[in-house]
């Protein structure tokens, strides 16, 4: 069976074949964890191989010195491609016993590192010594909201989210939905809906709505012949309420949800919000 399994592993079927190898290096850890961590460390460290970092994180693999090895050995090049391939790997994966070395690449350029880059390491700091992440975390966030372009995935904080979304990211989410800036709330509106079937987090959702909603007061009668006006709401307004929209209507049925989803109807403020609340409310059960 493990041969067979190391071959699946080898050579996938094309269509999704990141989610085949993931489902089968876990069969595999299951029966030889020391062959997973081989297989494992030799794919991710071919770098001109196409590899979907964002779904590493559900490989469940032991700690492994050769690996920690070869990740701070290609950190420490500081080759900027090279170098956004593995800071998520060892955001996820590498031990303390290479902390000092990642915290002295890091500290060369701080909160200016891309995007891809501080991510992954930002991850790492927060799982290994979280002192020291959220001490780092807060400028590189700052920053990050300064520049308006990088070459994340989504955002930062969305990007650290989709890795790892560990009890010390909370303030700093918290704090992204309630700015004023609507792309910054947007990324945070997102991160909170990761984890949307909490009561806390849906009540946080619905008040930020309700906020926009006072902000944009007048919106269908202002939208349908003010220019500047539209201009403004498209410059990430819109995207803070289809996000904000999509985490509620993607909740779990139940009579508590129900119930937000009929308030809601009342702080939309487009006709996208309200019919996607109405359509939600057309499939409840309650």
Not at 17 to 40: G, H, M, N, W
Not at 160 to 179: G, Q
Not at 217 to 230: I, V
Request: charged share 30%.
């Amino acid at each position: 069976m493990l041969a067979v399994l190391t071959e699946i592993y080898a050579n996938p079927p094309a269509p999704q074949a990141d989610f085949i190898r993931e489902v089968t290096l876990q069969e595999i850890s299951k029966r030889d964890a020391p062959k997973a961590q081989e297989l494992f460390t030799s794919r991710v460290l071919r770098l001109d191989e196409p590899f979907d970092l964002f779904r590493i994180r559900y490989m469940k693999l032991p700690p492994s010195r050769e690996l920690d090895r070869e990740l701070i050995r290609i950190l420490e090049d500081r080759w900027t491609e090279r170098m956004s391939r593995v800071a998520p790997i060892i955001g996820l994966y590498a031990t303390d016993s290479i902390l000092p070395r990642v915290k002295k690449v890091y500290e060369v350029w701080g909160p200016s590192w891309p995007c891809s880059i501080e991510a992954g390491l930002l991850t790492y700091f927060l799982r290994v010594d979280p002192g020291y992440g959220t001490e780092k975390l807060g400028p590189a966030l700052a920053a990050y909201n300064d520049m308006g372009t990088s070459d994340c995935r989504v955002s930062l904080l969305v990007d650290m989210a989709l890795l790892r979304n560990p009890p010390e990211l909370k303030p700093f989410v918290s704090a992204a939905l309630n700015d004023s800036r609507p792309l910054v709330a947007a990324a945070g509106a997102q991160v909170t809906g990761f984890e949307v079937e909490d009561k806390v987090r849906m009540g946080n959702l619905v008040r930020r709505l309700r906020l926009l909603h006072e902000e944009w007061t007048g919106f269908d009668e202002k939208s349908k012949s003010d220019t500047d006006y539209m201009h403004r709401w498209q410059s990430g307004y819109d995207e803070l309420e289809r996000m904000i929209t999509i985490d509620l209507v993607n909740a779990n049925d139940s009579r508590e949800n129900t119930a937000v989803w009929r308030s809601v109807l009342d702080v939309c403020v487009t006709e996208f919000c309200r019919k996607e609340m109405k359509s939600r409310l057309a499939r409840s059960s309650f």
